[in-house]
């Protein structure tokens, strides 16, 4: 994204922190979808580490940081998010994001199609959705878990 990444464990990551996740990595953290390299704003990811699935499914980034003309851009923009607790329904997200350098403002609705290349974290470690997730997972494979 710019010079100034740097790779962290998974274990260091914390929320607020933008990740930016590659082809073929897995996602560390619940994360909002922000940019995409495709030009359409399409991302496709498997969530099995989260349900069992291995279909791919659609992520779509948030429409305003999607159209930024580079992605080290996000960097420079005013923003917060606002996500609901992290809960066991992987199926369903309330969020906002708000964009607080345009004016007016852009607030723009978040649901699951945004949650997941580039994002800012909302939930990591204990607690978090994907954690969650693993365990049961672990739990229904393994019974003595």
């Known amino acids: 994204m710019c010079?100034?990444?740097?790779?962290?464990?998974?274990?260091?990551?914390q929320v607020g922190d933008l990740i930016i996740v590659e082809k073929n990595q897995r996602v560390p953290a619940d994360m909002i979808f922000?940019?995409?390299s495709?030009?359409?704003?399409?991302?496709f990811l498997r969530?099995?580490?989260?349900?069992?699935?291995?279909?791919?499914?659609?992520?779509?980034?948030?429409?305003?940081?999607?159209?930024?003309?580079?992605?080290a851009d996000l960097l420079q923009i005013r923003s917060?998010?606002?996500?609901?607790?992290?809960?066991?329904?992987?199926?369903?997200?309330?969020?906002?994001?708000?964009?607080?350098d345009s004016d007016p403002p852009i607030s723009e609705s978040?649901?699951?199609?945004?949650t997941l290349w580039a994002g800012t974290v909302?939930?990591?470690?204990?607690?978090?959705?994907?954690?969650?997730?693993?365990s049961n997972l672990k739990r229904k494979e393994n019974p003595f878990v």
């Open 34 to 36: 922000l940019r995409t």
């Open 122 to 134: 909302i939930a990591s470690g204990k607690g978090s959705l994907s954690e969650e997730c693993v």
């Open 3 to 13: 010079g100034g990444t740097v790779k962290v464990k998974s274990s260091n990551i």
């Open 80 to 100: 917060y998010i606002y996500a609901e607790e992290p809960n066991i329904d992987i199926h369903n997200f309330v969020g906002t994001f708000t964009r607080e």
């Open 47 to 71: 969530t099995d580490q989260l349900d069992g699935e291995t279909d791919w499914k659609l992520r779509l980034p948030v429409a305003c940081t999607q159209r930024l003309p580079t992605a």
């Open 110 to 114: 978040l649901s699951i199609e945004n």
């Open 38 to 43: 495709e030009k359409n704003g399409s991302c």
